[in-house]
């Protein structure tokens, strides 16, 4: 049997045979036409692994017959570049030099920075690659002189082709006959979160582990789960993904979509992330409930609690019944909207002294310095209520909260127009 891993085995030689990435690599996909016409600029492969960034990578050099250099950031050092310059203009690479750097992130500023100017003399073509958001972790420099191209995540669909292409050879390689249901095969192209690599490695996990009986090798469903359970989270607490499952939350909820709040609640959970959880959660009561249902921050509060009471695996109950509530919750974004407006005009310096009636007053001489002498009592006067001018006089007319649509607030509304006779 050949030594090679079988995911290198069954890489992909052309574009058509690129599972997913139809957004750039479709029939009309900007990366493909940039490939066809053989201009290749320097670019930036993001996306998770597995999802056909190094494929590519090695069509466009096959395809555009240049030498394909490849480094890793985290192994690789400017005296690497150096040597892989050294190739261009030599019989070695007749047709110039692709350099393939995997994991740029890992890269410190001053050693993005010394690939500038490889970049800009013409003589190798860059195409770098992340799992990171470049736009994070490559410096504007970098990122100025690069096309970047997203690859996402591949759908279940898509990878599934790929896992029987796999089995095909391992069929071939083992000369045996192998058994696989359409549960099994369904299960690795579901199972390895959207990355192929992983799908095609726990095909060939399944098999080194098969038994064989009468030239048949039966994978069964029960050894697939075993293979790939937890492999399909992706979830990094200090990377994008962190931010992008906190954000999709948040907005689920404020979308009031209890069923994808509570997907993504489990997505946090399922990672232990039970502090990132209770925090945004808490965040969505003031800011997306607001108004509409200002007692759901004390009931939100009281889950959170019960939750760090509780611990994990039970403490995803009172968060559920948080994401539930608040989902099914009206809405009301007035307190951000009226905060962030007050904010705006502190920051652009509009603001001048506390009239002299609003100041501090209990305090021997305050009199004197006239302060609080012809301040109104509100709770002297009927329904608590006396007219009297509490901004300062520069922002006097300054009106930053607007009264909801919802029912509580208009309710207020409609109780202080009737008491401050509007």
């Known amino acids: 049997m050949n030594d090679r891993p079988l995911a290198d085995e069954i890489r992909p030689q052309t574009l058509d045979e690129v599972v997913g990435q139809s957004h750039i690599l479709g029939k009309n996909g900007m990366l493909r036409r940039i490939i066809r016409s053989g201009r290749i600029p320097?670019?930036?492969?993001?996306?998770?692994?597995?999802?056909?960034?190094?494929?590519v990578a090695n069509i466009i050099a096959n395809t555009t017959n240049r030498t394909l250099h490849r480094l890793n950031a985290t192994t690789a050092s400017i005296s690497d570049i150096r040597e892989v310059i050294a190739d261009v203009d030599t019989l070695m690479a007749p047709d110039g030099v692709l350099l393939y750097l995997d994991e740029i992130q890992y890269f410190n500023k001053k050693q993005q920075q010394s690939l500038l100017e490889f970049m800009e003399n013409g003589k190798i073509t860059v195409i770098a690659s992340t799992t990171e958001n470049p736009y994070f972790c490559i410096f504007n420099a970098v990122l100025s002189r690069a096309t970047v191209f997203e690859f996402k995540t591949v759908e279940a669909q898509e990878i599934r082709p790929a896992v029987d292409r796999a089995l095909g050879l391992l069929e071939q390689q083992l000369g045996v006959s192998?058994?696989?249901?359409e549960e099994v095969r369904d299960y690795l192209s579901t199972s390895c979160g959207g990355d192929v690599r992983k799908a095609i490695n726990g095909a060939e996990l399944l098999t080194a582990a098969g038994t064989v009986a009468d030239g048949v090798l039966t994978i069964t469903l029960a050894d697939a789960e075993l293979v790939g359970q937890k492999s399909a989270?992706?979830?990094d607490r200090d990377g994008d993904n962190h931010y992008d499952i906190l954000s999709a939350l948040q907005k689920s909820i404020r979308g009031s979509d209890p069923d994808a709040g509570l997907h993504y609640l489990a997505r946090l959970l399922e990672a232990g992330d039970l502090v990132s959880a209770c925090r945004r959660l808490m965040v969505i009561a003031s800011e997306d409930v607001g108004l509409a249902y200002p007692q759901a921050v004390t009931i939100v509060k009281s889950c959170i609690d019960a939750a760090n009471m509780l611990g994990l695996p039970e403490a995803r109950i009172p968060l559920a019944e948080a994401v539930i509530l608040m989902a099914t919750a009206p809405k009301s974004n007035s307190a951000i909207t009226g905060i962030d407006a007050a904010l705006s005009d502190l920051r652009r310096g509009k603001?001048?002294?506390?009239p002299p009636y609003l100041m501090d007053s209990h305090y021997t001489g305050a009199k004197r310095m006239g302060r609080g002498l012809t301040y109104q009592y509100?709770?002297?006067?009927?329904?608590?209520?006396?007219a009297q001018q509490y901004l300062p006089d520069s922002l006097k007319?300054?009106?930053y909260?607007?009264?909801g649509e919802n029912k509580t607030e208009q309710a207020a509304r409609a109780y202080w127009e009737k008491i401050k006779g509007k």
């Open 42 to 55: 320097n670019m930036v492969f993001y996306g998770p692994s597995g999802t056909g960034k190094t494929t």
């Open 178 to 181: 192998i058994v696989a249901s």
């Open 233 to 235: 989270f992706r979830y």
């Open 351 to 354: 603001y001048s002294g506390i």
């Open 378 to 386: 509100p709770h002297g006067y009927p329904h608590h209520y006396v």
């Open 397 to 399: 007319d300054a009106q």
């Open 401 to 403: 909260y607007q009264y």
